[in-house]
């Protein structure tokens, strides 16, 4: 009902109650992609915080690189383990529960680490292993409240991915200053209370379910373990789409060469290489955004894979012109332009394969109904299992016949990735069309 100082209230017409209502709902959804986002954020700080960290620790421990190399590769094992369990923990516990619960794990692992210096990998492994949850439980509460508007679930992705981003430009910017100032212990606890922060945020602003739908969870037995594992892992659709999205990984974490080959190739300081390697950061944001916009432009199925053979070709196009410019005769273009060249081609290669990279994962887990926890998760796991042999490969390459055949190599991983994922994508959209 509607006051008036001037008379008695006035009922509002029917028709202005329901804007009402659908102005209410998305503001309610604004703020929920807003939290999550901020969620993720914290997340993103105290998993990029080892990295900032682990440089300083070696040093006051006179292991030096060998010392961090070890804890690192512990580490990583956290993460890689994770990608293959969590899903099912997002899945019995529910994803809004799964991901307050394992950034206060993580903000404890920091704690923890600021405390010993005992056990430094498997702590480091912890926060990696808690990190990997968070993209998932993200994905599947954002996925829960946009069933019906896939345009405003990549608005979402495209927010969460951000967030991600900044994370990551923050902490490796914020961090070495904070080091001037503070202890690495010290820092270490930042890195908590920014964990519980996003734990806070997570329980009391964020809905798993929108409201009036009651949240569905899968009770953690080994009889619905087994079951789901057939349903995800005995689809071909997601061998298709786990092969085709691994392909992609390539090109996001194609920065841990990149340095390499713009110093080899240009004759650079690495101190300026390492800085070139953000065409691949500035890249992948750019082709999100764009991708997106794009993509949800496109009526039908036949205009979106239409849209992604056109991206998945420039991808591979520019990973081929890298090629070229590494078989270029020493000196031919002088190094700066030359370094100027591969900043555009490489941020080109990951500009084009963004949006397959960030938005296709979600709307192929959502064909999998309850299971789509898992399916997200084991996603990103086949890539983390398939990318380290491919990098090993490539780092053969670069030792032997050079950069000019590993830029190939890549350039035809992504072509052998496109052709997967565009026979997985079509009967998917057409089903969700449909609905």
């Not at 028709?15 to 986002?37: C, G, H, N, S, T």
């Not at 990029?48 to 300083?56: A, E, G, Q, R, S």
């Not at 599947?140 to 990551?168: E, F, R």
């Not at 789409?241 to 992609?248: D, E, F, I, P």
């Amino acid at each position: 009902m509607a006051t008036s100082s001037d008379g008695p209230s006035v009922a509002k017409p029917k028709k202005e109650v329901v804007l009402d209502k659908k102005v209410q709902a998305r503001e309610a959804v604004k703020k929920l992609d807003l939290f999550i986002a901020m969620t993720y954020f914290c997340n993103t700080v105290m998993f990029m915080l080892p990295v900032i960290l682990l440089p300083v620790i070696g040093a006051e421990n006179g292991g030096g690189a060998g010392f961090v190399a070890a804890i690192a590769s512990v580490a990583t094992l956290g993460g890689a383990s994770g990608k293959f369990v969590n899903g099912f923990i997002c899945q019995a516990a529910g994803a809004k529960i799964s991901s307050a619960l394992y950034l206060m794990a993580s903000s404890l692992c920091c704690f923890l680490l600021s405390a010993t210096t005992l056990n430094m990998g498997l702590l480091l492994a912890g926060i990696e292993f808690c990190a990997s949850v968070q993209w998932t439980a993200s994905a599947v509460i954002l996925t829960n409240h946009y069933k019906n508007d896939p345009a405003a679930l990549a608005q979402a992705i495209t927010l969460l991915s951000l967030s991600s981003t900044a994370g990551g430009l923050i902490t490796k910017v914020a961090g070495p200053v904070l080091l001037q100032y503070m202890s690495w212990q010290q820092l270490a606890r930042v890195g908590g209370g920014v964990g519980l922060l996003g734990a806070l945020t997570m329980s009391q602003l964020v809905r798993q379910q929108p409201e009036g739908v009651p949240a569905t969870t899968t009770p953690l037995e080994f009889k619905s373990i087994f079951a789901t594992l057939g349903r995800v892992v005995g689809s071909p659709l997601f061998w298709l789409a786990g092969v085709g999205h691994s392909m992609v990984m390539l090109a996001k974490t194609s920065d841990k060469i990149l340095g390499s080959f713009f110093q080899e190739a240009t004759g650079l300081s690495s101190s300026i290489c390492g800085g070139l390697t953000l065409s691949i950061t500035i890249g992948m944001v750019v082709g999100l955004v764009t991708g997106s916009k794009a993509f949800f432009k496109q009526d039908g199925v036949p205009g979106k894979t239409s849209l992604l053979k056109r991206r998945y070709g420039l991808g591979v196009l520019s990973a081929f012109v890298l090629a070229g410019l590494a078989a270029l005769p020493t000196n031919k273009i002088p190094p700066l332009p030359l370094a100027g060249l591969i900043a555009l081609f490489s941020g080109s290669m990951a500009t084009m394969l963004s949006f397959q990279y960030y938005q296709l994962p979600p709307i192929i887990a959502r064909s999998f109904g309850q299971d789509q926890a898992v399916c997200l998760s084991f996603l990103d796991g086949i890539g983390y299992f398939l990318a380290s042999p491919i990098w090993a490969a490539t780092s053969s390459i670069v030792k032997g016949p050079g950069w000019a055949p590993a830029w190939v190599m890549l350039g035809g991983l992504f072509l052998f990735g496109g052709t997967l994922m565009l026979k997985a994508l079509p009967p998917i959209l057409k089903k969700q069309e449909a609905k």
